[in-house]
């Protein structure tokens, strides 16, 4: 069964205090490897995709990097508007569109 | 990126009630739409996926004769809250993945928050 966890449940930085989330997957197959933010009351946005072992990707103060069991959300210096939940969610791609979510990350960023 | 659009942002009805929650694509075609139930604090949960064209398939543990879903066009999926009970409030988004894209990104909507009395 794919399986997809996150660590940790929650997280507050000082606002510039650099850290990482943490997305560790067990997804036969992984085709793509996804993470999205989401604020209170409203949809998922997406972030980033990734799709090979060594890939990253960098987006303002976040940037996503794969190995083949995990992966990982760097953000730099936050600011208070970084605060959300962090969804990672895996894609095998076995004949449909389906997503395997974990559980996310609150992220509270204090000024 | 590709825009999804739900329609209502919010609803509050009686028990007993139906009541219909509206996803659409905006700027892309979608053959496959997936409707999520998120309970607060909690992930999103994977209802059912709707297909454009033929059945809907569901997880396990979701009644299909209580969640009706509807693919009416490449561009809109129906979900039906029947005789809706306040166990069903909770807050529904759809997702679609934009097959033009070059990773198959699935792109969610807003969400519609569902609040039965």
């Known amino acids: 069964e794919d399986q997809v966890t996150q660590s940790p449940e929650a997280l507050r930085l000082q606002e510039g205090e650099s850290s990482s989330l943490n997305c560790s997957y067990t997804v036969s197959g992984l085709r793509g490897l996804f993470w999205y933010r989401q604020d209170p009351g409203k949809g998922p946005e997406f972030l980033f995709t990734?799709?090979?072992a060594g890939e990253e990707k960098e987006k303002e103060r976040l940037k996503a990097t794969l190995t083949k069991k995990e992966s990982f959300l760097h953000i730099t210096a936050p600011k208070p508007e970084d605060s959300a939940t962090y969804l990672c969610a895996g894609y095998s791609g076995a004949g449909s569109y389906q997503l395997t979510f974990g559980k996310g990350t609150k992220l509270s960023v204090i000024p | 990126g590709a825009v999804v659009s739900q329609h209502p942002s919010w609803v509050i009805c009686k028990s007993g009630t139906s009541v219909k929650i509206e996803c659409r694509s905006l700027d892309f075609q979608a053959t496959t739409m997936f409707w999520y139930r998120q309970f607060p604090k909690q992930s999103l949960m994977l209802m059912a996926t709707s297909n454009e064209g033929s059945k809907a398939t569901y997880e396990q543990g979701v009644e299909k004769d209580k969640f009706l879903i509807n693919h009416a066009s490449l561009t809109l999926s129906t979900l039906t809250v029947t005789s809706a009970h306040p166990e069903d409030s909770s807050f529904y988004i759809c997702?679609?993945?934009?097959?033009?894209?070059?990773?198959?990104?699935?792109?969610f909507g807003p969400g519609t928050r569902l609040t039965v009395l």
């Open positions: 990734l799709y090979s």
């Open positions: 997702s679609a993945p934009n097959r033009q894209g070059p990773y198959n990104e699935q792109f």
